[in-house]
């Protein structure tokens, strides 16, 4: 009926949901369901399942760490390294003016095993060689090896050694004409070497200001650390090679005399190289090189010029302002004249 129908038939004909043809039918409805509930059930016996094999999953790669651990941690390296500080420092040291470097690792050996291996208690023992570096007085390196007992319980003994192998030496020829970074090379330009030298002064003068004024970062939240408890400082520009037009890399070295050190017993010599102090050295990015004012920007170790960021050595300022400092000033009471009496 339309729904200009009479009242007694509007009831019948207002509804507020109709058929469309975008519903669902019940039989889609119906296999939906159906899906539904085959994977709940499916599902339900496959969770014990997985926890358990996670938890074995787990377990396996603890047990396996801990296994693994005393083979890493070396428990012999102690013992050898004592072995080789008394070889190299008694009384008729086995290398004349011998010093320890580094230790270099170590290797584990197979031990043989022996007939009465389980009455004697030795058939968890395992052997490891420790391998270190030594230098004697003309400065010729070596490698030192010392064989290392070990038992179950990570106890050590050293059963034989050091040992003494030569390393080899790089031929001088081979590095003579190699230089600072990849690339061609050459001397410093005199206002590249002028910015550097006014770099160099501000950086071992102390005060952060004047290091940071040097370098013209513009950034008032940034400081740069200088170094400080120097008496003098000598500066030598080394090579340097163009990164671009305006960009160049600079090598620097710095003779440092620090105050702390004790006086000299008699008059200090011209310097010269072999008279200076054994220098510290930088690679310097220098920007602005093709103008009349190039200034350093960044510094770091040797052979890390090219990756050198402009300011890249600000560290945080404390921008907090100062708080005012209250004056407080002081006035005699005036003197009070009473009538005469």
Do not use: K
Request: proline residues 11%.
């Amino acid at each position: 009926m339309p729904r200009t129908a009479g009242a007694a038939g509007s009831w019948l004909t207002d509804t507020q949901e109709q058929p469309r043809a975008d519903a669902l039918s019940g039989s889609r409805i119906r296999r939906r369901a159906r899906f539904y509930r085959v994977y709940l059930l499916s599902a339900a016996p496959l969770c014990p399942l997985l926890l358990l094999a996670l938890a074995a999953a787990v377990s396996g790669s603890s047990s396996t760490g801990t296994a693994a651990t005393p083979e890493r941690g070396w428990p012999g390296r102690a013992a050898a390294t004592q072995t080789v500080l008394d070889w190299l420092s008694g009384p008729n040291p086995g290398l004349p003016e011998g010093r320890l470097l580094q230790w270099s690792g170590a290797r584990s050996i197979e031990t043989p095993a022996t007939e009465n291996a389980e009455t004697t208690g030795n058939a968890a023992l395992s052997v490891e060689i420790d391998a270190f570096v030594v230098v004697d007085g003309a400065g010729n390196r070596f490698t030192a090896e010392v064989q290392v007992a070990v038992d179950g319980q990570n106890r050590s003994r050293v059963l034989s050694g050091p040992s003494l192998t030569p390393l080899p030496v790089l031929d001088p020829d081979a590095f003579r004409g190699a230089g600072p970074w990849p690339g061609h090379a050459g001397p410093a330009t005199e206002t590249v070497s002028a910015a550097v030298r006014a770099w160099a002064a501000a950086y071992t003068s102390g005060d952060p200001a004047a290091l940071r004024l040097t370098v013209g970062d513009l950034d008032r939240g940034h400081t740069y650390l200088p170094l400080t408890g120097l008496a003098t400082a000598t500066t030598i520009v080394g090579p340097s090679a163009a990164l671009d037009p305006v960009t160049t890399v600079v090598r620097v070295d710095l003779n440092l005399d620090w105050a702390t050190a004790a006086p000299p017993t008699q008059e200090p010599v011209a310097d010269s190289p072999d008279t200076l102090r054994p220098p510290v050295t930088f690679d310097v990015l220098v920007t602005g090189a093709d103008t009349a004012a190039p200034r350093v920007v960044a510094w770091g170790g040797p052979g890390t010029g090219p990756t050198l960021v402009p300011y890249g050595n600000a560290v945080p300022a404390d921008t907090t302002p100062a708080q005012p400092t209250e004056v407080v000033t002081w006035e005699p009471p005036a003197a009070s004249h009473g009538p005469a009496g």
